[in-house]
């Protein structure tokens, strides 16, 4: 896959590769800082079977290394990004938004870190009566 923009550096490089295997996928629209890169590895599409038939991960510093990761080994997912969300948007039913206070990490595709970092604002904005008819242009940077 190629990128159209430069994804950012995780935040703690010493920590790379110990983070907890489980996590969130996806979801919350925002993010704060990247933890780390993953390749999902898969030996039932012919990666090495190191787990006893399970999926594992690779974690890696950067993205060009998770992407050169997955392109050179067999049975490898694209790169996810582990991120963490210091606070995040719920939505339990469409459009109904919930701001919820508390930190999670979760998975996401490397593509939605084009969203720009969660400011002090975003949520607030985003929640607003006042937000335009496209909330998603407030998390996008474009109001």
């Not at 159209?4 to 920590?15: E, H």
């Not at 995040?88 to 206070?101: A, G, K, L, N, T």
Request: glycine share 6%.
């Amino acid at each position: 896959m190629v990128l159209q923009f430069i994804p950012p550096s995780v935040i703690d490089p010493a920590k790379v590769g110990e983070y907890p295997a489980s996590a969130m996928a996806g979801g919350g629209y925002v993010w704060d800082a990247v933890l780390e890169y993953r390749v999902w590895c898969h030996p039932e599409l012919g990666a090495p079977d190191l787990c006893e038939g399970n999926d594992y991960f690779y974690a890696f510093e950067t993205y060009a290394e998770a992407l050169d990761y997955a392109e050179q080994n067999e049975g490898c997912e694209e790169p996810l990004a582990l991120i963490l969300q210091r606070e995040y948007i719920d939505e339990p039913e469409p459009e109904h938004y919930i701001h919820i206070q508390q930190e999670r990490i979760t998975e996401w595709p490397v593509e939605f870190l084009k969203r720009p970092k969660r400011t002090e604002n975003t949520i607030p904005d985003f929640l607003s009566p006042d937000a335009p008819p496209n909330r998603l242009a407030i998390l996008r940077g474009q109001a």
